[in-house]
């Protein structure tokens, strides 16, 4: 069966410290895959996509990384801040829809 | 503002009742859909119409109906209520044919079925 694991549910770092995620697959054979963050009563907001033929991304502070070999995506938060405290999911394609992990929630304390 | 919004944003409800939820989107996007998220942050897809046609259909209960009268509104109507529907529903929306289904979401819509 398929399946979207993200690392573990939660995980607390210092502020300036790098934030490492994962996201691990299992029967999809994604075009792309896509980082989404998301608050407490909120919809998930978009932040990255990183195509099957790319192998790193970044965007400001954030870095993805994606290898079709191991079935896994890291997402890297550097220099952390308390602001990026959220929960971060990943998504994959699959037949015109995209099926998300469990996510993962990120505490940055000051 | 250009966003998806969805309405409303809280709904409590007795067991049995019918109710429904309203989506609609500015951004001209072609493609809506509805997610269903549980008590454990789970996000899963339900359906998903494109230029008003059903495209995705989940293993969703035939309680669960959707309607997208054009291709800017999606809405979702449940009939028969069960506890177990108790979950935030968002509706999302996309551009098919730009490459990748980035996704832009609502706010929510958190429905308690007592």
């Known amino acids: 069966s398929q399946k979207i694991e993200q690392n573990s549910e939660a995980l607390n770092i210092q502020e300036g410290k790098t934030a490492t995620l994962t996201c691990n697959y299992t029967n999809y054979s994604p075009a792309y895959l896509q980082w989404y963050r998301q608050d407490p009563g909120r919809g998930p907001v978009f932040l990255l996509l990183i195509r099957e033929n790319e192998k790193e991304k970044r965007k400001e502070r954030l870095k993805v990384t994606f290898d079709t070999t191991l079935k896994q995506s890291l997402f890297h938060i550097t220099a952390s801040q308390p602001a990026d405290s959220a929960t971060y999911l990943c998504a994959l394609d699959n037949d015109y829809k995209l099926s998300f992990g469990a996510g993962t929630t990120v505490t940055v304390r000051a | 503002d250009t966003a998806v919004s969805q309405t409303p944003k809280y709904l409590v409800t007795q067991m049995g009742n019918d109710k429904s939820i309203k989506c609609e989107q500015n951004l001209g996007h072609d493609t809506m859909y509805w997610y269903k998220q549980d008590s454990k942050k789970f996000l899963k897809i339900m359906f998903s119409?494109?230029?008003?046609?059903?495209?995705i259909n989940e293993t969703v209960p035939n309680r669960f109906s959707p309607k997208s009268p054009d291709k800017a509104h999606l809405n979702l109507h449940i009939n028969s209520l069960e506890l177990g529907d108790s979950a935030v529903y968002f509706c999302?929306?996309?551009?098919?044919?730009?490459?990748?289904?980035?996704?832009?979401f609502g706010a929510g819509s958190r429905l308690t079925v007592l």
């Open positions: 999302a929306s996309s551009l098919q044919g730009s490459g990748a289904n980035v996704l832009t």
């Open positions: 119409y494109n230029n008003k046609e059903l495209i």
